[in-house]
Every structure is written in C-alpha cells, then in structure tokens.
C-alpha cells in the first residue's frame, strides 16, 4: 500500500557544479539534510528542479538519487510532467520502477488541451501505473487552470488522489475540498499558512529548500496541534524568507540562498541569470538575519 502524503513537502533544486553539470554529491547532502531537518517529504524535478532544462538521464539520475538517499525515511514524489501523454507515462513509469511513491504531474503546458482532453490525459497516466498522482494546478505557468469543478472530474480517476494548488486563490482548496471529499487530498501550492487553514494536508513549498524545520514545523502548529494563532505569528515572522523565493526569482533566489548557507546549490541554467549583484546581496542579507546554516553534521 502506497504511503499517505501529508505536511510539507520541499520541492526540491537541483544543484549543479561549477561546469553547470548535475551535482549528484550535492544532491545526495541536500536530501539527508532535508530529512535530518525534519521534512515531511521530497518531490525532485518539479519547476523549482528545473526539469524543463534537463536531459532524460538528468531526470533519471537525480531521480534515483533522491529516492535512494531518502531510503524510505520519507515519502518521494517525482515531478514527471510534459507536453506528451505518452512522454509522462514513460516517465511515471520510470519513476515507479526506480521506487518512487507517487509523481506530481503538471498539465501540458503548451497545447492548452480541454477539461476532456486533461481528463483523458491523467486518465491513460494513471492507468499505467500503480503509484497515486499528485496533480499540479499551475495556471501562470501551464496555460491551463484546473478551476474546482475540473479538479472534482479529476479526482474521480482511481490513482489520482492528490493536488498541488498553486493559486493565490485560497478559497480553492475550500472549494475542492467541498467537491472531492475524501476522494482526493490538498496540498497548497503558494500559500502554505492559509491552505492550511482552509483544510489542506500539505504544503509543496519552495522555502523549505533553505528551511525545512521551520516550514515542516507551520504544517505540523496548524494541522496537528490546532495552534493556528501561534503559527501565524511564526508564518509572519518567516514570511521575508518564503517571499524572497516567490515570482521570477524562485529558482535563482533559493540558489543564492542555500550559496549563502554554505550549500553549493550552483547557478540555474539558462535562460535563467544568476540573480543581480544587489538582489543577491539581499538574499546574503535574509541568511545573516535569520542565521541560515546549511549543516549536515548538525
């Protein structure tokens, strides 16, 4: 039986070494970090993993790389999302087969397909595979919107039992909730404090890249210990850190973050830029005033 996927989950970067090659090694410290740290689990080659700017073997290797390193400890998804149904079945195949437990699959994000053809879509995936799918609602960056009443077409195809929303439309994760009942669990997307609050189970986070104790920690205040005013007050005094990795800058702002931390996190691949000499020097600036270490021994 597959693991049940609940609290934050780091969306994880892939670093590169100074040749701009994958880090595996890096990749390997990154992950036993993470777990050490308190995560509640790990999804590599999502848009924050840069999966569009890396190879087939890239994917495969840093796929297996994460899983291995977790052994277990926590729950793996793998992001396997593309243009091809076909392609993300190959993938989410491959994903099950190296031992991942899930996959998180964005729309296709060029074609703009109908509610139908998403339905199909996620329909032959999840027929090829016996591993649960978390579907991702990115519309600033798929070109399609899974609106609720989509969501609820989703949920009903045995395996696809989970959802990244990533709008700034908190009210979402009411309304699917509402729809779907038990038939498909929320994890917020951007808004991880207020998806909590409307009843979501997780939390697919960017900024637990630099800080996955206090991130894993917000989940755990609200939802296991109903300490909702409390976690506010630590949602706000960790919202500088969670801001700085939101918008353009979520891949080469968590970079220079982790760079900082003492983490050879690498620069993005292009197009992206390394960040600006003075927007870098803030992010320098958030790890001195928030005492971000990356530390594998503590």
Not at 145 to 163: A, M
Request: proline content about 6%.
């Amino acid at each position: 039986m597959s693991k049940r996927f609940r609290g934050t989950y780091t969306v994880m970067i892939t670093p590169y070494d100074r040749d701009g090659a994958v880090d595996l090694k890096a990749l390997r410290d990154l992950t036993e970090w993470q777990i050490r740290q308190g995560i509640h689990g790990l999804i590599p080659l999502g848009s924050t993993g840069e999966f569009l700017s890396l190879s087939e073997e890239e994917k495969r290797a840093v796929a297996d790389t994460v899983i291995q390193t977790s052994a277990g400890r926590v729950p793996v998804l793998i992001g396997t999302g593309a243009e091809d149904t076909r392609d993300v079945v190959r993938l989410s195949k491959q994903a099950e087969q190296l031992g991942a437990d899930g996959v998180m699959i964005i729309p296709p994000f060029y074609s703009t397909p109908t509610d139908d053809e998403l339905v199909h879509h996620y329909k032959w995936v999840a027929e090829s595979i016996t591993i649960p799918i978390m579907v991702y609602n990115n519309p600033a960056t798929a070109n399609v919107d899974l609106k609720p009443e989509l969501v609820q077409r989703l949920s009903e195809i045995k395996g696809c039992d989970y959802i990244k929303e990533s709008t700034l439309e908190v009210t979402r994760v009411r309304d699917i909730i509402r729809l779907c009942g038990d038939n498909l669990t929320v994890f917020g997307g951007v808004l991880g404090f207020e998806s909590f609050v409307e009843g979501a189970q997780g939390w697919v986070a960017v900024a637990s890249n630099v800080a996955p104790g206090p991130m894993a920690k917000l989940f755990s205040m609200v939802a296991d210990e109903g300490k909702v005013f409390e976690a506010r007050a630590h949602y706000l005094h960790w919202l500088p850190v969670i801001e700085a990795v939101f918008g353009q800058y979520y891949v080469g702002g968590t970079k220079s973050l982790l760079n900082h931390m003492g983490f050879g996190a690498g620069h993005p691949r292009p197009p992206r830029l390394p960040l600006p000499e003075a927007k870098d020097r803030q992010m320098k600036a958030l790890v001195d005033q928030f005492g971000l270490r990356f530390d594998l021994a503590g």
